[in-house]
């Protein structure tokens, strides 16, 4: 061990990147949730010619974001008939993808032992992960089996009896990854409640699946922040786009902290092309849409998994009839042999996480699964 690195990052290992290493291109990649669909030859080719005629590589890119925030904040406003809700730039913080943002908002809240933060298993593994490489602790609360929602008198419990450090977060997903669940009345109210030391993170990357959103209700709470990416519905994963929208001294600070130039210019270009151009790129939700409840009937109806309804553009499978352990090893084994046979999922939380891909992708990937369950 070099002598020079903090102790207890020690037993933290990297994040493994999806795909997890090279994967063969023949392989349905239904394993991170991000669009089937690339972004159009016409949509690349004009950000192409933007490239080629308006961006000076040797210049640095626009550090303000300016522009973008602007588009941004007319995006989420399309989304909301409510004036009250109506959001401005300067309440708008762009983030290298998402992830950037979680660690911002670690940094801001918890660093130096000043906090914990607190998830709800199962769910996105990333804020545990970074908050871990922070030397920040995670407290982890219970969902209820039936629905995943989370367990609300345990959750109350368990934030009022932490000691110190405090807990200084909650992060939810709304809807949740990977169970598809959304935030239900109860757990809304639930964290309308929470008292105002504590920031809630409500992480709506799915959103545009899901048609759900707490953004009209932002302005009553000064303690909470919404994320969204650009990585799922606006297809561009691979440049690295997410924002946060929140009161103005929250985003004040988070603008603090970013790295000065931690959007490049090729990736605010394309984020812009996106927004210019969503009437192209939206569409295409209805038809993962229509293909998710279409899978979501095949399989329900299958003997050996139980399946749970999902709001986003994944769903959540679990074996009926295996123990934990029993369980751990069996969808391992599936995940494992699954890829084999062309499809890559995701084996969490104690099951199985499956992104809607195209009509061809899922009905190959349903073939496989079937013949991979009766097999079991
Ligand atoms: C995919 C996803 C994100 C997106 O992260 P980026 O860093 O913006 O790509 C954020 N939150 C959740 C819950 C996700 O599933």
């Known amino acids: 061990m070099l002598k020079f690195i903090r102790s207890d990052l020690a037993t933290l290992s990297a994040y493994p990147p999806n795909p ?3 994967v063969p291109h023949a392989v349905d990649r239904l394993d991170a949730n991000e669009s089937p669909y690339d972004l159009p030859p016409e949509l690349k080719e004009k950000l192409a010619r933007a490239y080629l005629h308006h961006l000076e590589t040797n ?5 303000s974001h300016f522009a973008l925030k602007e588009e941004i904040a007319e995006y989420v406003n399309s989304y909301s008939a409510d004036l ?3 959001i401005t730039p300067d309440e708008i913080s762009i983030g290298n993808g998402s992830d950037e943002l979680i660690r911002s908002i670690l940094i801001a809240t918890c660093l130096g032992k000043e906090g914990s933060i607190s998830i709800a298993n199962p769910t996105f593994s990333m804020y545990a992960i970074l908050a871990e490489t922070l030397g920040i602790e995670v407290v982890n609360l219970a969902r209820c089996e039936t629905d995943f929602s989370i367990d609300l008198l345990a959750a109350q419990k368990t934030i009022a009896s932490a000691g110190t450090p405090p807990i200084r977060v909650v992060f939810v997903v709304h809807p949740n990854s990977p169970t598809g669940n959304a935030l239900n009345a ?8 929470l008292k105002e030391e504590i920031l809630v993170v ?4 799915y959103f545009e699946f899901s048609q759900t959103s707490v953004v009209n209700e932002l302005r009553q709470h000064p303690n909470w922040i919404i994320l969204r990416t650009f990585s799922k519905a606006l297809r ?18 988070l603008e603090k902290i970013r790295l000065p130039y931690n959007l490049p210019g090729f990736t ?16 295409s939700i209805a038809e993962t849409l229509k293909e998710r409840d279409r899978i979501y009937d095949i399989l329900s109806r299958h003997p050996k998994i139980r399946i749970w309804p999902s709001r986003a553009n994944f769903f959540y499978a679990r074996l009926k009839t295996a123990t934990e352990e029993n369980s751990h090893r069996l969808l391992s084994h599936l995940t494992r042999t699954l890829k084999d046979r062309g499809t890559s999922i995701r084996h969490t939380g104690g099951g199985l996480r499956i992104t809607i891909g195209t009509p061809d992708e899922n009905a190959r990937t349903i073939e496989r699964l079937q013949m991979l369950l009766d097999d079991l």
């Open 59 to 63: 210049r640095y890119p626009d550090g």
């Open 186 to 193: 109860a757990e809304l109210e639930w964290l309308r409640s």
């Open 84 to 86: 009250n809700g109506v």
């Open 20 to 22: 997890g290493g090279k």
């Open 236 to 253: 561009l994963a691979s440049l690295r786009i997410g924002y946060a929208i929140a009161h103005r001294e929250l985003i004040d600070v």
């Open 202 to 205: 409500i992480d709506e990357a």
């Open 268 to 283: 605010q270009m394309a984020a812009s092309i996106a927004l210019n151009n969503r009437e192209t790129l939206l569409p």
